[in-house]
């Protein structure tokens, strides 16, 4: 297993107090980012600026989860209401409280991008020249 890249003080720094009894979920999701950002990233634990930038993300992560988990609406993927002459529609960002990575968090952490570039193919045997 995964050793997180945050603590639960690190994560209530940043968003605030947890409510009763999320500590011990937000613990496990804080060790569950770490496993996903280890199997994206290879991390050298000298780069202090890149285990912040670790420590930032999975604080990110876990509180897109645990918001998800706390609304009335967990699950939901869409909500409209209508009442008399007025209708509110809602989409939800992150219904099943899943762990996942923005672009901007992506492009910090250096994961992501494309690679271009050509292969030519070796014809007949002969070498390649």
């Known amino acids: 297993m995964a050793m997180a890249y945050a603590t639960i003080e690190d ?12 500590a011990d979920r937000a613990q496990a999701l804080l ?13 050298d ?14 604080c990110a992560m876990v509180n897109r ?10 699950g939901v993927s ?9 209708t509110q529609s809602m989409s939800f960002s992150n219904p ?11 492009t910090m952490l250096g994961i992501g991008g494309g690679y271009i570039g050509t292969i030519r193919p070796k014809i007949g045997g002969g070498p390649c020249d």
């Open 45 to 58: 634990i000298s780069d202090q600026q890149m285990l912040d930038r670790l420590r930032m993300v999975s």
């Open 11 to 22: 994560l209530e720094s940043r968003y605030g107090e947890l409510s009763s009894g999320m």
């Open 78 to 86: 869409q909500a409209s209401m209508t009442a008399g002459s007025y």
């Open 31 to 43: 060790d569950d980012a770490a496993t996903i950002l280890d199997a994206l990233i290879v991390v």
């Open 65 to 74: 989860a645990l918001q998800a988990a706390e609304s009335d609406a967990y």
């Open 96 to 106: 099943s409280g899943d762990l996942y990575l923005t672009g901007t968090e992506k």
